[in-house]
């Protein structure tokens, strides 16, 4: 290697010419850059960004201020008709607000009606959702998964009265028998024991399972939807280490989508404590009382308030339906505050 030129005690390249300019890093111009012209750009993402930020946050607090308004107009309305209730309201099976200077209303029995085709429901619909979801997204080849979902999916898209008249007059025969053997040798159970109907399949047991189609379209939506975004890292290290595909389901893909299937869970579980006409069209109301079997008839709380629309010709009667409207109001909220502290067990325990 020789030096450089004269009187600069630097050295030369190995070929004894002067070493070049030394290549600029990736990234790092060669020239300083001219300074800025203006602050234009800059302005226009700030303002846009408080744009978004004043969005955001006024769609979050106009839907907490929207539920705060439903909340206090049930309040306001159900005060009046709940200080001149003859009967008490929690506890009491009769509902007679037809007369408003005799008022006996109790939502007991709506309550349990209402609490029972809803679990029933949830019961059939959960496992055959999540087998549904893990089918489609760990099973299926895509050729079949992609047009049996769009089927799925179908089911939410039929009107409620559709259910109602198929649950009725189509599902309603074809169970009778099944039930009738429920009856005969699980009597002893009060779920099973004869109920308080004289029409045919006119019970919670048809409307539970009525309720568990209409609600498993959401259920196995968002399941699929979750299962479907475990990280393919995951699940192909499983099977690198030589685990089966029920191994794989096991240890990947349920822990990463068991949240989110609770989610789904719960959604269901809030579109049967609401639903109307088609439990209007299955039940059959009955003045006995409920005793807890799924062969009872009853009514729940919204097919209560529609059923019984045409009483509502006064401020006070129409109040003591919308007492009752307050309570399902509280117990959707208490559901999913149930579903937050499940789910934030469950990615605790992840």
Do not use: C
């Amino acid at each position: 290697m020789t030096d450089g030129p004269a009187g600069t005690g630097e050295p030369g390249d190995r070929w004894g010419g002067s070493v070049s300019a030394p290549v600029p890093e990736a990234g790092i111009p060669t020239e300083p850059r001219p300074p800025d012209e203006g602050t234009s750009g800059a302005t226009f993402v700030q303002r846009g960004d408080r744009i978004f930020r004043f969005l955001a946050t006024g769609s979050g607090a106009f839907v907490v201020a929207l539920i705060g308004a439903i909340g206090l107009f049930l309040l306001i309305q159900a005060v009046p008709p709940l200080l001149q209730n003859n009967a008490d309201f929690l506890t009491s099976r009769q509902f007679e607000a037809g007369d408003p200077n005799n008022l006996h209303f109790g939502i007991l029995d709506l309550l349990l009606v209402t609490v029972e085709v809803s679990l029933f429901a949830l019961v059939l619909a959960m496992p055959i959702g999540l087998g549904i979801a893990l089918f489609l997204t760990q099973y299926a080849p895509a050729r079949v998964a992609r047009p049996f979902g769009y089927l799925v999916d179908l089911l939410a898209a039929v009107p409620s009265i559709i259910f109602g008249l198929w649950g009725l007059f189509v599902l309603a025969p074809v169970i009778q028998p099944f039930a009738l053997w429920l009856q005969d040798n699980l009597g002893w159970f009060f779920l099973f024991s004869p109920g308080n109907v004289q029409i045919a399949g006119a019970t919670v047991f048809t409307a539970g399972i009525v309720l568990a189609v209409m609600i498993l379209p959401i259920i196995t939506a968002i399941s699929r939807e979750v299962f479907a975004r475990t990280p393919r890292a995951h699940i192909e290290a499983a099977l690198a280490l030589g685990a089966t595909k029920w191994e794989v389901v096991r240890m990947t893909v349920w822990p990463f989508g068991r949240a989110g299937y609770v989610s789904a869970s719960m959604l269901g579980l809030g579109r049967a404590l609401g639903e109307t006409i088609a439990l209007m069209i299955i039940l059959a109301a009955t003045p006995a009382i409920f005793t807890g079997s799924l062969f009872d008839g009853g009514a729940t709380f919204a097919s209560k308030i529609a059923l019984s629309f045409a009483e509502l010709n006064n401020n006070l009667s129409a109040g003591a339906f919308i007492a009752a409207g307050l309570v399902l109001f509280v117990l959707t909220f208490l559901v999913n505050a149930a579903a937050r502290w499940v789910i934030a067990r469950s990615g605790a325990k992840a």
